[in-house]
């Protein structure tokens, strides 16, 4: 039962919409029309900003399923008792944050227009807040030990309810990373096109648009079944806008000061990893999955952590 990784809440950058305002009549139309927009893309970025808020803080119950999964060894079985030791859950989520973030979401989620991305994260809000109530109860009669006086009778009976919540959870959870991603890339790219058209092609511009592609590249690569050829072209276009960032950076114009050559880096060494990557599902060759084996998705995920890191800094 595994779920994806955290969403980088760095990403979530504001869009502004640019709509000019005419003249006459027509101007208090308009007017109307611009604060209609302006008010629904507040709301999509609050929205996308607490739903991410909520779904990063679920990594407390991710690992309480983890260390249950490890113990019991058969899942569809449940606990029998004879194992030889017993890890229980050490769920240590805060209940009332849970609790608060289902408020937040179904408030925010009633507010016009609701689209999927509301619907999904209310479903997730549901699973999320039932599947950390039972680990919590679980958690507590593990850490307690009272399997000892009731010989295991209340582990077994809630084993079959965890399992279940846990499995509508880590769905719901996919599906609500799923809508955000689709959602944050629509602004990035909104962002980027608006960015390239006022600024031109400089360092908000490299910075944003390599950001933006290392995002749509892991997305894929964590995948087994990939497309080769849409990876393959995402690739060209990640080196080639890399090498236009470098050749920005170097010119004799670029009088800035910054962590650029850090964030060049991080992108040409996750390229790297990428890279390695594509060529291992290409050619049906197997990696090593430590670390430090570049096109492991262990290495490819603290590469693009790296990105992430000089991004926001």
């Not at 900003?49 to 990063?56: A, G, I, K, L, P």
């Not at 958690?139 to 499995?167: N, P, W």
Request: proline share 1%.
């Amino acid at each position: 039962m595994k779920k994806r990784q955290t969403i980088i809440t760095g990403l979530l950058t504001s869009c502004i919409l640019a709509i000019s305002i005419l003249s006459g009549c027509e101007k208090n139309v308009k007017s109307d029309d611009i604060q209609n927009a302006e008010s629904t893309n507040q709301n999509l970025n609050q929205k996308l900003n607490v739903y991410t808020e909520c779904y990063n803080l679920t990594k407390n119950l991710d690992d309480a399923i983890e260390r249950y999964e490890y113990w019991v060894k058969d899942m569809q079985q449940g606990p029998t008792g004879n194992e030889r030791s017993i890890g229980g859950l050490y769920f240590s989520g805060d209940l009332k944050k849970t609790y608060a973030c289902k408020d937040d979401i179904d408030k925010l989620a009633a507010i016009a227009p609701i689209t999927d991305l509301d619907n999904a994260a209310t479903e997730f809000a549901n699973n999320f807040v039932a599947a950390s109530k039972i680990a919590n109860e679980l958690s507590i009669y593990y850490s307690q030990k009272d399997y000892k006086d009731d010989g295991f009778k209340k582990g077994k009976a809630l084993h079959k309810t965890l399992v279940s919540a846990a499995i509508l959870y880590n769905k719901s959870a996919n599906v609500l990373s799923d809508k955000i991603s689709v959602a944050n890339d629509l602004r990035q790219l909104d962002r980027l096109i608006k960015v390239e058209k006022e600024e031109g092609r400089g360092d908000t511009y490299y910075r944003l648009s390599i950001m933006t592609q290392s995002k749509q590249l892991i997305r894929l690569l964590v995948q087994d079944d990939f497309s080769i050829n849409e990876v393959k072209e995402l690739l060209d276009k990640y080196s080639q806008i890399i090498n236009e960032a470098v050749n920005y950076y170097e010119s004799p114009n670029y009088k800035t000061i910054s962590t650029w050559r850090f964030f060049i880096d991080a992108a040409q060494r996750f390229n790297n990893s990428a890279k390695e990557r594509f060529r291992s599902i290409r050619d049906n060759k197997v990696l090593r999955t430590d670390k430090i084996t570049e096109g492991s998705l262990a290495n490819l995920q603290e590469r693009y952590n790296t990105i992430v890191h000089f991004f926001n800094h």
